[in-house]
């Protein structure tokens, strides 16, 4: 139903669009032309919104990407007389392989050196355009054609503002569509870092590749239409000013909501010019006065709207809640497991050094097929890093880790994924802005083939509901499925333990590492946890634990490796550990 709503409000709102020019009176050309810009703008701005609010990523430099568009159709038009309905592709390519060589280079980089490295090529391309003479210099090219349209010239503003906004609204409907699915989960999750997403098999270096194309092609095409709008081109549109001004609209109307896009635009180039014609009036002398304004509205945003505007759209609208439309999907194919007592994880010596301090020093124990192994200590012990050398978020001093037979202790995590290993944090980690089931389904990211493309045409529909189903499945499992509709971040800590199972649960793994998966539970969860895992063991799944609460370990798990000062100091059942007099002196200081 509260779909449906959505859906009629997008209807009623292109409607309204369609309206616009027929209700507009002749003598109201101005607006359509505000119009007109609105649209232009919201198409950058819709790719920074994937770029930066989704992705996490800060680029200065998208009127750089707008200016390859427009000058890729000014100038084939102009000199080869190629139809735009051409020069639009061909745009399309240029600015696509120049942001990938682009996004190759910069991405690599993080904190403040990315939007440094955008500023600098920004500018760079700017001033490259005003130097070129076949581009005009800064003079730019003229006398461009208006785009022809089945033998109708969209020469006026009228007939111009249908094309931009048809496109506007296909940009918008396709990238929503993108965020509702296994690509743009996976854009999600590079945000908050890239630890997470690796571990659960997200290729974070070019799902950020991926946004930056994705962003610096919206702009191109705002170019290609800007170009046939304005009839001609020349640098100043896409200079480091405009690539600001864009980030501004996009951070006003919600950098994290793609309708955002839309009212930041409007709001920002309606603002810009009343205040041109009201601001001299006030002050008694000319000036650029507008600036001031909007970095004080700017300042004011961020501090107590950091959401943007639509943030406060978005709080009056009925939430949807995805239908539950998976029952009958087809189960996701699962891996096969080892045979009972087979060896799945072998650390052989493994050692970490930082610097002159040894976190982990040559530390070894195997995992068997159908074993809880737990792995305990005092606070740093070493437990973590060697679960981190385990799953290779760090690369090991020297040693091994042998998975199933396979040297494991060079490979980057998402690879050690892809081979059947899933984890939980000590620290949780996930989506606050996510639904749980989403948050589940991320795990199942590997399970997965369909990306980009698949997601904006909507084809990737019957993949999307196995991965769903079986998102359920692992919330079943753990006893939450009641809350799979509710934002990650709405849950208490103990919940948001549980989510994380479900989620290391969802990915099929072989073997399945828990970080503290008690910490923060009650007492009932406690015990519904334990009965979890010990369906894991009886099912063959492999699991190696580090809890502190050694009444759940005890009466747990099969054998018990005690860590200290990175060392390990004892390996064998739960009685032989309680019974070692070198644990007692582990944990009390004593060995009395």
């Not at 949807?320 to 996701?332: E, G, H, N, Y």
């Amino acid at each position: 139903m509260r779909v449906a709503l959505r859906r009629i409000a997008l209807a009623v709102f292109a409607i309204a669009l369609a309206l616009v020019p027929i209700l507009t009176p002749s003598t109201g050309e101005f607006w359509i032309t505000q119009a007109n810009y609105i649209g232009l703008y919201t198409l950058v701005v819709i790719g920074l919104v994937l770029l930066t609010g989704i992705a996490g990523l800060i680029s200065f430099g998208q009127a750089a990407f707008v200016g390859m568009g427009a000058y890729t159709a000014a100038y084939l038009t102009l000199t080869y007389g190629i139809s735009p309905w051409l020069t639009v592709w061909i745009g399309l390519v240029i600015t696509g392989l120049a942001a990938l060589v682009l996004g190759w280079i910069t991405l690599r980089m993080s904190g403040h050196y990315l939007p440094l490295a955008t500023i600098a090529w920004g500018l760079s391309l700017f001033y490259l355009l005003g130097n070129i003479d076949a581009l005009g210099k800064y003079d730019g090219l003229l006398g461009i054609a208006p785009i022809n349209f089945f033998g109708v010239a969209l020469s006026t503003g009228r007939y111009f503002f249908y094309l931009v906004w048809i496109v506007v609204l296909i940009a918008a409907v396709a990238v929503t569509h993108l965020l509702d699915s296994r690509a743009g989960r996976a854009l999600r999750a590079v945000k908050g870092g890239t630890t997470m997403a690796e571990a659960m098999g997200v290729n974070t270096f070019r799902v950020k590749v991926t946004a930056f194309v994705l962003a610096a092609l919206l702009a191109s095409v705002s170019g290609w239409l800007f170009a046939h709008f304005q009839r001609t081109v020349n640098p100043s549109p896409f200079g480091l000013e405009m690539g600001i001004e864009y980030l501004f609209m996009a951070v006003l109307g919600g950098v994290g909501y793609v309708w955002g896009a839309l009212v930041g635009a409007g709001v920002v180039q309606i603002l810009k010019d009343q205040l041109q014609v009201w601001l001299p009036r006030l002050m008694g002398t000319s000036g650029n006065y507008e600036i001031i304004v909007f970095g004080i509205l700017l300042v004011l945003v961020l501090q107590y709207a950091r959401d943007g505007l639509w943030a406060f759209v978005e709080g009056m609208l009925p939430r949807v809640r995805r239908k539950v439309d998976w029952a009958d999907a087809t189960p996701l194919s699962s891996r096969a497991r080892p045979s009972h007592g087979e060896v799945v994880l072998d650390v052989r010596a493994a050692r970490k050094e930082f610097g002159g301090l040894v976190a982990v020093n040559d530390v070894s124990f195997r995992v068997c097929a159908g074993e809880i192994l737990g792995l305990i200590g005092p606070n740093g012990a070493g437990k973590s890093t060697t679960f981190n050398l385990v799953t290779g978020v760090l690369p090991v001093t020297r040693g091994e880790v042998v998975l199933l037979g396979r040297r494991i202790d060079s490979l980057p995590s998402r690879e050690i994924a892809r081979l059947g290993v899933s984890r939980t944090f000590q620290h949780v980690k996930m989506i606050a802005g996510m639904t749980v089931l989403e948050n589940v389904a991320l795990g199942a990211h590997l399970r997965g083939r369909h990306g980009v493309p698949a997601a904006m045409l909507r084809t990737d529909r019957a993949e999307e509901r196995r991965l769903m189903r079986e998102a359920e499945q692992q919330l079943q499992r753990i006893g939450m499925v009641e809350l799979m509709h509710e934002q990650a971040g709405n849950l208490a800590l103990g919940q948001q333990r549980l989510m994380e199972i479900a989620r290391a649960l969802a990915a099929d793994p072989t073997l399945l590492l828990l970080d503290e998966p008690a910490a923060g539970l009650r007492l009932k969860e406690k015990e519904g946890l334990a009965n979890v895992l010990r369906q894991l063991r009886a099912e063959g799944l492999s699991i190696l634990l580090v809890e502190h609460d050694m009444d759940l370990v005890m009466g747990l798990v099969d054998r018990v490796v005690v860590m200290e000062f990175g060392t390990k100091l004892i390996e064998g059942t739960p009685e032989e550990v309680q019974a070692s007099p070198a644990v007692r002196a582990a944990y009390l200081g004593t060995e009395h």
